[in-house]
Structure formats: C-alpha cells, structure tokens
C-alpha cells in the first residue's frame, strides 16, 4: 500500500477538507486508478478524527466518482477511473445550471459556438470516416420526420453537432464540446424553438453534412456560422418578447 503523506485539518468542515486532500492526491498522481486507501481506522488516525467523519468524506468522494466501494476479504475503497462521458456529463449539468441562473450573456453564448464549433467543422470535414457520416445521416432521416415533437428535434440536433465534435478525432476537444453542446445548445433551442422553423436547421443541417461529406471545411464553417447567428436571432426575439408581456 502506498504511503501518502496527508496534511493536518483546522476543524472547520473536516469531512470536507479530508476529502479535498485526498482528491488532490488523486489530481497529482500520488494516487492512482484502482491504488486502495487506507482503511477508515487507519484515515481516522492519520487525520485524527472519528470514523463517521472519514465515512462521510469517502461518500463525498464516491458521488464526485473519484472513489468506489469493494466489500470481502479483497475489498476496500479504491480509486476509481472516471470515464471521459462520466466527467462531460458533470460539466455539462455545471455548464447548464450556470446558464439557467443567466451566467452567460447572449453574446457569450454566441462567441463560444462560432469558435469552438467552427474549430470542429473545420476538423470533421478533414478527418471525418465512413461511421461518422453514417451517424450523421441518421441524425438528418429522424430531423426530416414531420412528426417529430420539438423536444425530440431538439434532441436530435444537439446529437448532431455532438456527432460532429466526435468526428474531429480528437478526443480533448470532443470532451469539452461535450459541455459546450449539451449545456448551451438546449438551453437556446427550447426557448427559441417557437420561433424558428425546423425546416431551416434541418436544411442547414444538411448543408453541412454535404460540405464535411466532400472534406469542404471554408463551407462547413460557413454553414455552421449561419445556423449560430441564425439561432441567436430567434433567441433575442424570444427574450424581447418576453420582456414586453
């Protein structure tokens, strides 16, 4: 077992504290995947604090997924390996409180689309394979179906330019698209789907398949800057009207 050197805590949130240490650990390397803590007896010693108080920052620990449980003879708690969706998944749901609370202006929201998301366009069409223009084209068939609800377009589209963040083959930029699109994008396609009209992003939609399909990147960063600015519109006319009732 590994020896981790632990600094002493003030008695202010001790499970807390003793929770941030360990997960610094963890962020450093003096901790690695599947590497098994100390026991609870043993933590309680080394901090000089209770067993409820060590339960309670191991559990601290477990719902930030840093941690997992093991009971037996060969059990313990270990270091767990978060997955990459695992940990867009909590930022994204951090991204989308933010926005709900109005963190982020407009104009914020636009900036971010139009660069990062161009950086992906530009990406896909340069490196995009077979699989993920087959995924992409499901994507389209579902967003053509005139029966579709706005929930399940919306749905969709996000799903979409997900798609094309993986399509760039970079993993990194695939995670922090992750947050980007699944905060950002809903956020402003539920409040403004009421003014927009599905036929539109559906048919820029298509326009940009084509353009990553033929490996046109100048056209896929255009058609994505139409459908961004075109999405910002729809939204200041929902955030005026909503003022003005």
Sequence with gaps: MKSIDFEPVSQQSLSRQIADQIRQSIIDGSLAADDRLPTEDELALRFKVSRPTIREALKRLAAQNLVRSKRGPTGGTFVNRPSISDLSDSLAGAT????????????????????????????????????????????????????????????????????????????????????????LQPVANMVAHRYRQKEVIHSQHERLFAAISSQDSALATQVLSEQVLYLSEQHHAAQQDKQSS
């Design 96 to 183: 989308t409180l933010l926005m709900g609370l109005n963190a982020f202006s407009l104009e914020e929201i636009t900036q971010t689309r139009l660069e990062l998301e161009g950086i992906c366009c530009r990406l896909a069409a340069q490196n995009r394979s077979a699989e993920d223009l087959d995924a992409l084209l499901l994507e389209l068939r579902i967003q053509a179906d005139p029966s579709i609800s706005a929930e399940e377009f919306c749905a969709s589209d996000v799903n979409f330019h997900r798609l094309i963040a993986n399509a760039t083959g970079n993993r990194m930029l695939g995670f922090v698209m992750h947050t980007v699109i699944e905060a």
